[in-house]
């Protein structure tokens, strides 16, 4: 915990000291702005912690990981547009506070800001880096379209579900890890086990987000508990449901997925009813397990110092809320 | 002549095999889309050209080149978005065609695949070629800005239209002379002499396009002669016309630039009859050839092979319009 908050430091640290206060304003404003919102870092914390874990220099991991964080904010000024979202972090998002051709254009500037500090890797790992990067870039924008269109398909697979939050969120927890084991001189099959540990700890948690944004206790969530009932998400939880609902459950599902008025709080226990019914949180619970299994073992069975395993393993028992 | 055709069959052939068939077809169709409208392909003719002229292998330079290109193209993508321009090379743009979030979303996957092949550069040379084409990425974003400023600036001084020009245009024709040079082997005194002659060829291009819209040959200027002027573009043309004005010329211009309703025509002809008397025109042409012969003069200078010269020469006059 110690070892996780000295890398949240350095983070902060090295944020701070980017040169962003250029001309025209109206460019860099909104990318201070963004970073000032704050949010876990959890990504660039994964860069320093592989880096170390494989017993590398974490100096030469902190430009790449605020890289990675430049490049999962610019993503999310980006998605605000397109999913309209006019909130991020209780503040109003980019877009909605100056104009989406701000947002645009600013995001682009982000995104070329985060190449350039990934690009500060030690030239002797330089190109696996870079193929890292620009392969996790171009799977989140793929997750990003796919979740897109998700929302106006009729049907959607849970396989395909899967696949969308894997793209969308795992892999950039997974190129994170990669990223910082190959900066850290990690063999190349060392730092693809330590993507797919990100990968399956990137699933875990968007299934854990699914599962908390039902069942999660009103006051440590955050957020209104139900919202993505309310909002008709498709999540793991009611993809499952459609799926496995009897004619009267299915027929419920669809009256509360096309009723245009309601009471939010009505429509959020009729819902979790028909969950409840078909098992769904457990079901969840379970297919979020196995990717957290899979991680943890994945990482048990490196032939690492199990001291260099410990900000990790920790690392993953908070993200999933865990207390072991 | 010869040897640029062969560059433009190289770039041709180097986008028809990138892989751009990938899944969500949202994403990849218009980036195929955008590249098959086709255009001069100058910039990436600039990196191969660069790289033969001082001497290196030209195979080496063709995956970057084509990062350049994509690159330019990802540019104008969300440009058209931002400038809310309805067609590009006659047919609708991405945004019209499709919808601005997958112009935007596209746009980023372009970026990131430009990103990938200038990746590609040779080992010995990626990081400074890397830094080139981040530098220059970054003042391209910073150039759209100040154009989108300028929109709705009252007062726009000669300097800051030059600087917005340099920023939006001309530092990716240099940075494309200068990344070909640094792959063919150039010194870094070298490439960025191949810089400077790319940014002022890039300036007397720009002001020749504001010329050639108000002067151009109807016949072959394939635009709209006066577009610029009905839309009340501020072109060199126009800040020197204004900062230059009497007071009857400039309450004359103030009327036109005010003017709800107008016949096209009479708006041209008064407007270019206050150029006119002004000698707006020949002022614009010095500036152009003023930079037109430093640019020639630098390579002049350059300690290289008369023949190694010959292309960038002959591609400077084609762009020029000239026929010497």
Known sequence: MQQLAIYRTQ??????????????RELYEPIRYTLELGGKRMRPILVLLACDMVGGDGRHAIAPALGVELFHNFTLLHDD??????????????????????????????????????????ASVLKPVLDVFHDTAIKVCEGQQWDLNFETDEQVAIEAYLEM????????????????????GASANLAKD??????????????????????????????????????????YLLLQAQQQANASQSATLTHWLTVESFQPET?????????DALNIREQAEAERDRHYDIAIKTLEALTLPAEAKAPLQQLAAQLLNRDH
Chains 1, 2 share one sequence.
Do not use: W
């Open 267 to 275: 429509k959020v226990e009729a819902v979790k009813r028909i969950f």
């Open 165 to 184: 939050i894997k793209l969308k969120t795992a892999v950039l927890l997974g190129g994170s890890l990669q990223m910082g084991a190959l900066i850290g």
């Open 11 to 24: 983070i902060e640290e090295g944020l701070q000291e980017l040169a962003l206060d250029n001309q025209p």
């Open 194 to 235: 330590m993507y797919a540990i990100g990968v399956h700890l990137g699933l875990a948690f968007q299934l854990q987000d699914d599962i908390l944004d039902t069942y999660g206790d009103p006051e440590k969530f955050g957020k209104q508990v139900g919202g993505d009932i309310i909002q008709n998400k498709k999540t």
């Open 81 to 122: 547009i397109m999913d309209e979202a006019p909130l991020r972090r209780g503040q109003p998002t980019v877009y909605k506070k100056y104009n989406p051709n701000i947002a645009i254009l600013s995001g682009d500037v982000m995104y070329t800001i985060a190449c350039q500090q990934v690009a500060e890797a030690p």
